[in-house]
């Protein structure tokens, strides 16, 4: 087998060495079933026992109460951008609330508007969105079905550090890139919701954490598999659920439970990786310059530029040289992005951080 290099892919993205090798290992045949999660029925006990556990494990990681549903969907976070209006904002006379810190919030406030009165309230975009508000700062509207943010912007690299606070309309957070790196205050969300194959587990897969009175709100109009009610009541099993993705999620929340031991220790270990590669980018006499401003900063996704488009070209090659990968940044910010999720073991970070170092000493 090849070495396995550093890989700061900002998704689908690194994931834990021993879950995968636990998927290799069972891949010919799962314990006790003598045969792989890839033949086997979604209605056998075996997989309802790994999605009752996926389930399980998650309520756990993240306080979820009973008042919660959770939701194994497909079709991507993207696919949310549309669900959840049709689901929440159809036929209701009321008006949908985006707080746009980067280019995901922006795509999921332009698809809420082929469904009804969608308001950007507050845009970082006049600043390439390197920010992001105050609460306090975001103007609200009068009638509102519910406000929309975006937890960690993956592109730009801005990122909510608090679980903000709603009032009594329902805050949806789109937590694709950033979902269970901390611990979160849950009871703040109406929805809370998160694509697998950033920060837990394949492609495929898109968890929704939905308080259930709000499925009392999805308007009859809306097909059955589009409908967070219909999903809710056979219990993400309308058709053929991503088995593969489910059981691969199952196994990162035990890890994040067994070898991590909680989120609030994952926390901790994602503060502590994101500094060491901050410091680097500190630490260089703005030879690196971040593009998200200090106080907003990713723990997730690193973005910085360098002194030329010519330098960051060899930045990148050089550093795949050393086996540091995927640091080429999105073509929105340019530069470099370093995706430092849950998985990336700290001495990848700090690999990254001493090859920033010195190839700054080099070329400084
Ligand atoms: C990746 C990403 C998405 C899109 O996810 P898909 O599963 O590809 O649809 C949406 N929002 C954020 C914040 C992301 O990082």
Redesign the pocket.
């Known amino acids: 087998m090849t070495e396995r290099v550093d890989n700061f892919s900002?998704?689908p993205a690194v994931m834990p060495l021993s879950v995968l090798e636990q998927i290799q290992r069972e891949m010919i045949s799962l314990p006790g079933v003598g045969s792989s999660i890839l033949e086997i029925s979604h209605r056998s006990k075996a997989f309802l026992d790994i999605l009752a556990e996926a389930e399980a494990n998650l309520r756990r990681l993240l306080g979820i109460g009973a008042n919660y549903k959770v939701l194994f969907l497909q079709?991507?976070?993207?696919?949310q951008?549309s669900m959840m209006p049709m689901n929440l904002l159809r036929d209701s006379g009321k008006t949908a609330e985006y707080v746009v810190s980067g280019s995901?919030g922006e795509?999921?406030a332009k698809e809420a508007a082929f469904e009804g009165e969608a308001r950007v309230t507050w845009s970082g975009k006049a600043t390439n969105y390197d920010r992001l508000p105050a609460w306090s700062e975001v103007p609200r509207e009068a009638n509102s079905a519910y406000v929309h943010i975006?937890s960690?912007?993956?592109i730009q690299g801005v990122q909510f550090a608090t679980d903000p606070d709603a009032g009594d309309v329902p805050l949806i957070c789109?937590?694709?890139?950033d979902f269970l790196h901390r611990p979160v205050d849950i009871d703040r969300y109406g929805i809370f919701y998160a694509?697998a194959?950033?920060n837990a587990g394949p492609?495929g897969v898109?968890i929704v954490v939905i308080r259930e009175d709000l499925l009392d709100r999805v308007p009859k109009s809306v097909p059955s598999m589009l409908s967070y009610a219909a999903y809710a009541k056979e219990n993400s099993m309308q058709n053929t659920p991503n088995t593969f993705g489910i059981y691969a999620f199952m196994l990162i929340t035990r890890w994040l439970e067994r070898d991590i031991g909680g989120l609030a220790k994952m926390l901790e270990v994602n503060r502590a990786k994101a500094k060491l590669v901050y410091d680097a980018l500190d630490g260089s006499g703005g030879f690196y310059r971040g593009h998200a401003q200090k106080d907003c900063r990713s723990l997730m996704n690193v973005t910085f530029r360098l002194p030329s488009e010519e330098v960051e070209k060899r930045f990148v090659a050089e550093a795949a040289k050393e086996n540091l990968c995927e640091l080429k940044g999105h073509r929105s910010v340019g530069g470099i992005r370093a995706s430092i999720y849950n998985a990336m073991p700290m001495d990848g970070a700090g690999r990254l951080a001493e090859f920033m170092g010195e190839f700054c000493r080099r070329n400084g």
């Open positions: 900002p998704g079709g991507g976070s993207r696919l951008f995901w795509k999921a975006t960690n912007e993956t789109d937590a694709s890139s694509c194959q950033k492609s898109t």
